[in-house]
């Protein structure tokens, strides 16, 4: 088992900036990969950016690119999300995933291991 608990979500004017945390702790061996994917009230989960311990790659969502910027150390089990100039469409509860294998890290079915989420608010 893996527990993943994040942080560092809250309320922020359109423009601003977060940065979202995560750490995993229980059996992190046996993960592969993080991601983050967010979930808007009435809408599905979505895909916003994701990390591969096995070199290093990095994916992002179309909503995701150019504006926030996945890290990670695997050797602390942690994993972050650095959100820039955010909009009120942004709003969405995040939530932290990891994976333990396997070469999609974009959909959500891949991930086996979830965190709470925590909600972030961008007002306009």
């Known amino acids: 088992q893996v527990q993943l608990v994040e942080s560092g979500g809250g309320l922020v004017q359109a423009g601003g900036s977060l940065r979202l945390s995560c750490a995993a702790s229980g059996r992190t061996s046996s993960s592969s990969g993080m991601g983050w994917f967010r979930q808007a009230p009435g809408k599905e989960r979505e895909f916003v950016a994701a990390i591969r311990w096995s070199g290093g790659g990095t994916y992002y969502g179309d909503s995701a690119k150019g504006r926030f910027t996945i890290s990670g150390d695997n050797a602390k089990n942690t994993v972050s999300l650095q959100m820039n100039s955010l909009k009120p469409e942004d709003t969405a509860v995040y939530y932290c995933?990891?994976?333990?294998?396997?070469?999609?890290?974009?959909?959500?079915?891949?991930?086996?291991?979830w965190g709470q989420g925590t909600q972030v608010t961008v007002s306009s």
């Open positions: 995933a990891a994976k333990s294998g396997g070469y999609i890290y974009t959909r959500s079915s891949s991930y086996t291991y």
